[in-house]
């Protein structure tokens, strides 16, 4: 039985960037993890402390990879960070390989759901919902068993 949603709220981007790096310090090889949210709303800020808890170099900056579609960085557990937005049709999707990277890497998709099929049943996925008062509430649902060892993993923050 998957656990119920975990909502956590992030009243600053450091407050974003500090739960990805809790998120980044437990994910190992094989986790996926699909972010959604509006334009805006802090992926790739999220994605940026996902990579600093990986351990991805510090003069490698976590970039959106609206344009690139795919970036990959070394780290402790290489890590993949690919955006979907751009992307059209289902074909487009094959052009990526991601079903090669998801076996030798973390990785973190933005705008996961324009193309949900695409992802590994398990996976963790985050909706970032902007508030009133310009913080951020993040829900995590786990789809999965390695996606809920992340959520168990992240319970204390």
């Known amino acids: 039985m998957l656990p119920e949603p975990h909502e956590i709220v992030a009243s600053t981007a450091d407050d974003m960037k500090a739960f990805g790096r809790a998120l980044g310090r437990a994910m190992r090889i094989g986790d996926v993890i699909g972010l959604t949210g509006p334009l805006g709303a802090g992926k790739t800020t999220l994605a940026q402390g996902i990579g600093e808890g990986l351990e991805v170099a510090p003069d490698r900056h976590v970039a959106s990879p609206t344009f690139a579609l795919v970036n990959e960085h070394p780290a402790r557990v290489p890590f993949v960070h690919a955006d979907f937005y751009r992307l059209r049709d289902q074909t487009e999707l094959a052009e990526l390989g991601l079903d090669e990277i998801f076996d030798r890497a973390a990785v ?50």
Do not use: C, Q
């Open 108 to 157: 973190v998709i933005e705008w996961v759901d324009l193309f949900p099929m695409a992802v590994p049943d398990d996976h963790l996925h985050v909706t970032i919902g902007p508030t009133p008062d310009g913080s951020r509430t993040l829900t995590l649902r786990a789809r999965g068993r390695m996606s809920t060892r992340l959520v168990e993993a992240l319970k204390d923050h």
